[in-house]
C-alpha cells in the first residue's frame, strides 16, 4: 500500500509544481474535449429533438438505431476513423491522422447518440399540450423549438454531462487516432494508461486526480444550474 499513498504524495507534488509533461495532456484533453463536444452538441440536440417531438414512419428504427450506437465500444470507432483518415483512406489527404482534430472527431461520433437518445427522452417527457398551447397561440416553429428546448433544458444538460463523462473516460479513440504522442496528442487516459504500464504511478494518479476534479467541477455545475433554476 506504500506505493500508492507516495503515488498520491507525488502527484500532489506535479500538479502543485505545474509538471509540464502533466499539464501537457490536461490541455489536450480538453482541447480535444472541447471540439468533440462541441460538435455533437450542435448536431445531437437538434435530431433529439426531431426524434422526440415528431412521429414519422420509420421513428421506432431510428431511435433503435440510436439505442444501440449508445453502446458502441470505443475501439470500433477508433478503427473506423483510423481507416477514413489514414493514407489510404478517403479523407488521408486532410491530415488529421495523429491529431487532435481527429481524437475530436472520433469523440463526437461517441457522444452523437447520447446527446440525441437523452435529448429525446427530455422532449418525449414534456406536457403533449404544450405543443397546441404554443400553435393556438401563433408561435412558429423555430418558436416551438426553442421553447420546447428551454422547457427540456434540465434533461438536455443531463445529455451533455453524460456525454462529457464519456468522451472524457474514452481510452480506445485517442489511443488509435491520436496515436499517444507526446507533448501533442497525449490525452489523460492515454497518459495514465502508457505511466502504468511503466510503473510511474505519480504520473497516473496525478492525472487520475484532474480526471475525477473535472468531473466534480462539471457536476458541481449542473447542480448549481438545477437549484438556480436556469
Keep these: 500500500m506504500d506505493f500508492i499513498l507516495q503515488g498520491f504524495i507525488k502527484a500532489l507534488q506535479l500538479l502543485l509544481q505545474g509538471d509540464a509533461e ?18 455533437s452538441l450542435a448536431a445531437g440536440i437538434p435530431l433529439g429533438y426531431l426524434l422526440g417531438f415528431f ?22 470507432i477508433g478503427l473506423l476513423v483510423y481507416a477514413f483518415l489514414s493514407s489510404r483512406g478517403p479523407f488521408g489527404e486532410m491530415g488529421l491522422l495523429f491529431s487532435l482534430e481527429g481524437i475530436a472527431i472520433g469523440q463526437a ?7 440525441i437518445a437523452l435529448t429525446a427522452n427530455a422532449v418525449e417527457s414534456l406536457d403533449r399540450s404544450l405543443r397546441v398551447t404554443l400553435i393556438s397561440l401563433g408561435a412558429s416553429a423555430g418558436q416551438v423549438f426553442f421553447s420546447s428546448l428551454r422547457e427540456a433544458r ?9 456525454a462529457l463523462g464519456r468522451v472524457l473516460t474514452e481510452v480506445g479513440i485517442s489511443m488509435m487516432v491520436g496515436g499517444n504522442i507526446k507533448w501533442h496528442t497525449r490525452t489523460i487516459t492515454t497518459a495514465i494508461a502508457l505511466e502504468t504500464n511503466k510503473g510511474q504511478f505519480a504520473m497516473g494518479i496525478a492525472l487520475g486526480l484532474v480526471l475525477l476534479l473535472m468531473a466534480f467541477g462539471v457536476n458541481f455545475t449542473l447542480s448549481f444550474l438545477r437549484r438556480r433554476g436556469v
Excluded at 61 to 68: A, S
Excluded at 109 to 115: D, G
Design 22 to 39: 502533466t499539464y501537457s495532456a490536461v490541455a489536450a484533453t480538453i482541447r480535444a474535449s472541447f471540439w468533440s463536444m462541441t460538435a
Design 55 to 76: 412521429a414519422f414512419p420509420g421513428r421506432n428504427v431510428v431511435r433503435l438505431l440510436v439505442d444501440t450506437l449508445l453502446a458502441l465500444p470505443t475501439v470500433f
Design 109 to 115: 461520433i461517441l457522444a452523437l447518440p447520447v446527446v
Design 154 to 162: 434540465f434533461g438536455i444538460l443531463v445529455a451533455a454531462v453524460t
